[in-house]
Nanobody, 130 residues
């Protein structure tokens, strides 16, 4: 599985941005895919995740009211729409992917855990500044 993230750039505070993650490879099995971010000097943290199949979504508390994750199944692209961005949103945003194991319990805690993901994109930089 390969992930190609795009859409980062400079955005003014209060503005909006949409990130895209193009997925290639064999994704016929159930999987979870989404976005993490890492600001300078900080640990990588979850932003939003979406699961295949039922399309369940999981959001970090800091982003749940300002972002929306969606998926274009036909084109194998995952989007992250971010609104009302703040300076604290400045970070490198990474697309992450992993397969889900049938019968293995999947929940919000696991979905937002960086250690659950085996496949990572190269990251796209989002800078929020006036």
């Amino acid at each position: 599985v390969q992930l190609q993230a795009s859409g980062g750039g400079l955005v003014q505070p209060g503005g909006s941005l949409r990130l895209s993650c193009a997925v290639s490879g064999d994704t016929t099995d159930d999987f979870a895919i989404g976005w993490f971010r890492q600001a300078p000097g900080k640990e990588r943290e979850a932003v939003a995740i979406i699961a295949s199949g039922n399309g369940d979504t999981y959001y970090a508390d800091s982003m749940k009211d300002r972002s929306r994750i969606s998926r274009d199944n036909a084109k194998n692209i995952v989007f992250l729409q971010m609104n009302g961005v703040k300076s604290d949103d400045t970070a490198v945003y990474y697309c992450a992917f992993d397969f889900l194991i049938v019968g293995d319990a999947w929940n919000r805690r696991r979905a937002l855990n960086v250690n659950e993901y085996e496949y990572w994109g190269q990251g796209t930089l989002v800078t929020v500044s006036s």
